[in-house]
């Protein structure tokens, strides 16, 4: 069965840190581009960051560029979304997605196009 699940979401202060963790499962990361999105209560899911399977291309919101960054480690099956700088706003639920066809590029305006997603994380950040 082919799975993806995120984990490392919580509750911290304004100013704080969390790194979030997508493993994967019955397949290999390494093969897919992988993009993160999230969804604030009565707002559409957003996609704040993906990376492609091949020569690390990323790409960035502008609502988060500069405080997050978005790695691989394909030796743990595994990507991350290291958030630095947490602002209220950034409080939603963090899925991350993969797509196979994502090799030289990713995309960040097109969650329809990601074929396997994880079930997401919630991220709260509050004083």
């Known amino acids: 069965q082919l799975q993806l699940v995120e984990s490392g979401g919580g509750l911290v202060q304004p100013g704080g840190s969390l790194r979030l963790s997508c493993a994967a499962s019955?397949?290999?990361?390494?093969?897919?581009?992988i993009g993160w999105f999230r969804q604030a209560p009565g707002k559409e899911r957003e996609g704040i960051s993906c990376?492609?399977?091949?020569?690390?291309?990323?790409n960035y919101a502008d609502s988060v560029k500069g405080r997050f960054t978005i790695s691989r480690d394909n030796a743990k099956n595994t990507v991350y979304l290291q958030m630095n700088n947490l602002k209220p706003e950034d409080t939603a639920i963090y899925y991350c997605?993969?797509?196979?066809?994502?090799?030289?590029?990713?995309?960040?305006?097109?969650?329809?196009?990601?074929?396997?997603w994880g079930q997401g994380t919630q991220v709260t950040v509050s004083s």
């Open positions: 019955g397949f290999t990361l390494d093969y897919y581009g």
């Open positions: 997605a993969a797509e196979v066809r994502f090799v030289s590029e990713c995309y960040l305006g097109r969650p329809d196009e990601y074929t396997y």
């Open positions: 990376i492609s399977s091949r020569g690390g291309r990323t």
